[in-house]
C-alpha cells in the first residue's frame, strides 16, 4: 500500500488548499507538500496570525486575499491585510460575492488588484470573472479548472505568456462514484453549463440517478480531479503539458485524503 507521500507523489499535485471553514489548518504541517495555500471564507474564519506565521516557517504559504473585503482593500481599509505575516505569500482574488457585502461588491476590481501587485509582485492572481484584468497585471495567474483549461492555457502560452500558471482544482481520490459525487456533485452542478443540463431538482450528490447522474459524473471530470492517483496522476501530465506550472489540490472530502 502506498504512503500518504508516494501516493501525493503519484498525482503530480504540487500544493494543497486548505479552508479554514472545514479543517484546522495547523494541520498542513503534517501534510506532504511544501507549499500551502489558504483560502478565505469570511473574517470570521480568518485564522490567527500566529498560526498562519507558524506555518510559514515550515511551508512555503500563501493566503487568499480578497481585494474588495474590508480589512483587505488596498485603496481603503486594508487593517487585516496588514495583520497578515509578513513571510506569507498572496493570492489576490476579486472575492466571492458571498463573503461580500454590496457596498464591497460595487468596488472596481481593477484598480484594487494592480495596487495589491504593485505592493506583492511576487503574488499570484485569481482569474475567475476578471481573466483580462489578472493578466494585465502581469502577475502569476491562479486559473480555477474547468473544462476549458486545457485550450486556454495553450492558447495562453501561444499567446507568448512566459508568467507562472497555477491551477486550483478539487481532488477526490477514489473510483467510487457515489463518493466522488457526494464530494463535488453539488460543486460541478453550480457551473453554468452544468446547472443547465441537468433536470430542475434532481439530486447533485451520490444519490442522483438517469440523466442527472450522467451529467454530473461527467462534469466533475471537468472541473475536479477525481479517481486514484494514477488516473489524477495522467491529468495532472496533460495540464502541465498544456502549461499549467503548479497543480494546487483542494481535497474536497478533507486533508485525510492526503494522508
Known sequence: MLTAEARVRETGIDAVALKPMECDIAEAASLPFETVVVDYEGREHLPETDVLRRI??????RVTVPVRASGFDPLGDDALARDLPEEAGRVFVAGHSAYLD???????????????????PDAWVGTEGVERVALATGAGQFELLSRSTEHDLRALRAAGFDGHVSLYAPVVLTEDEDAVLDAVGGYAARRGPVARALPEGAATDGSASGRAREVLSAAVRDYALVGDAEAVGERVAELKAAGADTVVGYPARGPEDFR
Do not use: F, I, Q, Y
Not at 56 to 61: F, G, K, P, Q, V
Not at 102 to 120: M, N, Q, S, T, W
Open 102 to 120: 454590496e457596498d464591497e461588491r460595487a468596488k472596481r476590481v481593477a484598480p484594487r488588484l494592480g495596487a495589491a501587485v504593485e505592493d506583492h
Open 56 to 61: 510559514a516557517s515550515e511551508r512555503d504559504l
